[in-house]
């Protein structure tokens, strides 16, 4: 129905309206390590199933490819292991009173949570081997918590090189830097006004050309001779 005709869509669209409010209390540390732990790996990913997911298109072609028994959804919670005796995996879910299904293939098509520490990019490896940049502790009152998002200042978002001087000469957005803030994606907003990710990159931009000389003044016109005369 939509969040337009939908109440409880409308409802849960809420949490879109309220994000970067939440963001602001968020970011850069603003909850306890506990808290800021608890807040990404329990209330992030629920926001994202109720104030997100696929387009409508998406959930027609879903609930098509089940009517065709292409597509069979195994439960909440599925279980995934390997089934050494049989050369095969099998999948299985607690909450649903059906017996495992065997599968002959597994891929595993979920974005992976954002944590530099397990990047295998080579440019990633690289800038924290020369200590470039460097993960997010939020640290407080003798416990910490490593978020494995880059590290950065706010606004323009330089990155904190490891010993713990700010690299001026680079910029991060994006999902590097998931987990020091949240919702960086740039899918996150909405048409017409700005969403946070454009208002980034417009610090960004601003930045970059700051440096730079502005447009030279035109030169006066030297006064017109006045002769005598016709002139042709």
Do not use: Y
């Not at 994000?19 to 970011?27: K, P």
């Not at 994006?174 to 919702?183: K, L, M, Q, V």
């Not at 990710?197 to 017109?224: K, M, N, S, V, W």
């Amino acid at each position: 129905m939509g969040n337009l005709g939908g109440p409880l869509k409308s409802a849960c669209d809420t949490l879109r309206d309220v994000r970067q409010t939440i963001r602001g209390v968020v970011d850069f540390g603003g909850l306890t390590p506990t808290s800021h732990q608890r807040f990404l790996h329990e209330f992030a990913p629920l926001a994202a199933l109720v104030s997100t997911g696929p387009p409508p298109l998406r959930s027609e072609q879903f609930l098509a490819l089940m009517d065709a028994g292409v597509l069979d959804p195994v439960g909440p919670r599925a279980r995934f292991q390997p089934d050494q005796a049989n050369g095969c995996f099998t999948v299985a879910s607690d909450q649903v009173d059906a017996p495992g299904t065997r599968l002959d293939t597994l891929i595993d098509a979920r974005v992976p949570s954002t944590d530099l520490r397990a990047d295998r990019d080579p440019l990633i490896r690289g800038l924290i081997a020369d200590g470039t940049i460097r993960t997010f502790v939020n640290s407080w009152a003798g416990h910490s918590f490593d978020t494995g998002g880059l590290a950065s200042t706010d606004a323009p978002f330089h990155p904190v090189r490891a010993c713990g001087t700010v690299e001026h000469g680079m910029h991060v957005i994006g999902i590097p830097s998931e987990h020091t803030r949240w919702f960086t994606q740039v899918g996150s907003g909405r048409p017409g006004p700005w969403g946070s990710f454009t208002r980034d990159a417009d610090d960004i931009a601003r930045a970059l050309l700051e440096p730079l000389p502005g447009p030279a003044a035109p030169a006066a016109r030297p006064a017109d001779a006045v002769a005598g005369g016709s002139t042709g």
